[in-house]
């Protein structure tokens, strides 16, 4: 099941962007984001972790979470506060990090890999 039925199944209104350049134009235009889940490893005009960095800057109160399959990005690549999520990753854990974003108990922190670096442009 993807990840949008998932969560949509669990609750949450979910918008799907197919870019970095949709994702911020749909955060521009609607104001009722609390999180962001984004997968880093995606080519696009804009790396995905510097997406997430404009999120932090221009949303300060926006969840970030990422995620990808082939590689864990450095801790300190990632903005302050952000959660990775490797793949494959256990969709309860998620939902249980998203709930715990939003003031629910439960948070589960996932591990990050330091020797592994995310490509970045």
């Not at 880093?40 to 997430?52: T, W």
Request: hydrophobic share 40%; aromatic share 8%.
């Amino acid at each position: 099941m993807a990840t949008v039925d998932v969560l949509s199944e669990a609750g949450f209104h979910v918008l799907e962007a197919a870019s970095a350049m949709e994702a911020i134009a749909l955060l521009e235009t609607h104001s009722e984001f609390d999180i962001i889940f984004t997968d880093i490893g995606l080519k696009d005009s804009i790396d995905r972790i510097e997406l997430l960095r404009i999120v932090a800057d221009r949303w300060p109160l926006i969840h970030e979470f990422a995620t990808s399959g082939h590689c864990q990005p450095d801790r300190a690549q990632l903005p302050d506060g952000a959660t990775f999520f490797s793949k494959p990753y256990n969709p309860g854990q998620l939902i249980q990090a998203f709930n715990s974003a939003r003031g629910h108990e439960g948070y589960v922190e996932t591990s990050v890999d330091p020797e592994c670096r995310a490509n970045s442009r």
